[in-house]
């Protein structure tokens, strides 16, 4: 099962995702049914890497980022992807956008499971650290309910 992680500029909630579920996958012994990336609906940070907020609050939690580099979405991951998994709503229409017409990939949103707490996850970048952590709180259980449906 391959997962493509997507938010904007691919420096914090889809680097912070793809690193959680790959830490998932790992402590649950599932990583060789599982392979995920992630990318970004822009170009603004292609080649950089996630933002040093978020892969301070990744690190406090074992999830480590540093490595990663940001890429913006291409026609081919939506052939390559089993599921490309959008952080908000304006991720998912730029998705929706450029999806090609018998693309085999499905597409959801991050926060789309019962009981989840807000429909998006919210962009920490222009707060304070406070919000890298909430955005890691809502990742690990969204995480954790995709790792779930798909075990």
Known sequence: MKVLFVCLGNICRSPAAEGTF????????????????SAGTAAYHIGKAPDERMRRAAKAR?????????????????????????MDHSNMANLRAV???????????MLDY???????????????DEGF??????????????????S
């Open 114 to 128: 019962p009981q989840a707490p807000v429909e998006e996850v919210p962009d920490p970048y222009y707060g304070g």
């Open 22 to 37: 790959r830490h998932l996958c790992q402590s649950q012994g599932t990583e060789q049914r599982f392979s995920c990336d």
């Open 62 to 86: 074992g999830i480590h980022i540093d490595n990663l580099q940001a890429r913006q979405v291409c026609s081919a991951d939506f052939y390559e992807f089993d599921v490309i998994v959008a």
């Open 99 to 109: 999806r090609p017409t018998d693309a085999t990939s499905r597409l959801v949103m």
């Open 133 to 150: 952590y909430e955005v890691l709180n809502l990742l690990d259980q969204a995480c954790r309910h995709l790792h779930g449906q798909y």
